[in-house]
């Protein structure tokens, strides 16, 4: 066997368990891409009344960066920034995010895509390392606006919190 068939062999090898651990990752995920769905917030400005937010790829699209603001006598602040990110050992999207001027400090979000919902089990932690627990959906009815609610989670069930629509304004 010469040089040349070794080394196309070895070629043909290594694009094979390319092409296969491409094809797990996919069918573990879906997609080859677990966080394409936040494709539609990203570059936008999402608004709602008396504060918006603001989605950015991370470095190579291996996470998607969100910062939150109030908006005070016309001014933005930015009380929460942080990031979801695939987790590849949970085979997860998971979310770490941290805020100031809110009662929260910290907020850890599993979430996951059904169709246009996005879901997040979240969980927030306040100063002194009290815990909420929460489910928090994101309804997309178009490419312009989506439907927030947060429901805490309580001995009796589901909580709803809070709510509204927020809209792209950018």
């Not at 573990?28 to 570059?43: C, K, M, N, W, Y």
């Not at 059904?114 to 929460?134: H, I, P, Q, W």
């Not at 490419?143 to 709803?160: I, P, S, V, Y």
């Amino acid at each position: 066997m010469n040089t040349h068939s070794i080394a196309m062999m070895v070629t043909a090898a290594v694009l094979s368990l390319a092409v296969s651990g491409a094809r797990s990752e996919e069918s573990a995920t879906g997609s080859t891409d677990p966080l394409a769905p936040f494709e539609r917030l990203v570059g936008g400005r999402w608004s709602i009344e008396g504060s918006y937010q603001e989605f950015e790829w991370g470095l190579g699209r291996r996470s998607v960066k969100a910062r939150g603001y109030f908006v005070i006598d016309g001014e933005p602040m930015l009380v929460s920034e942080g990031m979801w990110y695939w987790n590849p050992a949970e085979e997860q999207i998971r979310g770490v995010f941290t805020a100031i001027e809110m009662p929260v400090v910290y907020f850890d979000y599993a979430t996951r895509f059904e169709g246009d919902v996005m879901m997040n089990e979240l969980r927030s932690y306040d100063a002194a390392g009290g815990k909420t627990v929460y489910e928090e959906t994101w309804e997309f009815t178009d490419d312009d606006h989506f439907l927030w609610t947060l429901f805490r989670k309580t001995a009796d069930g589901l909580k709803e919190e809070m709510g509204g629509t927020y809209s792209r304004s950018e």
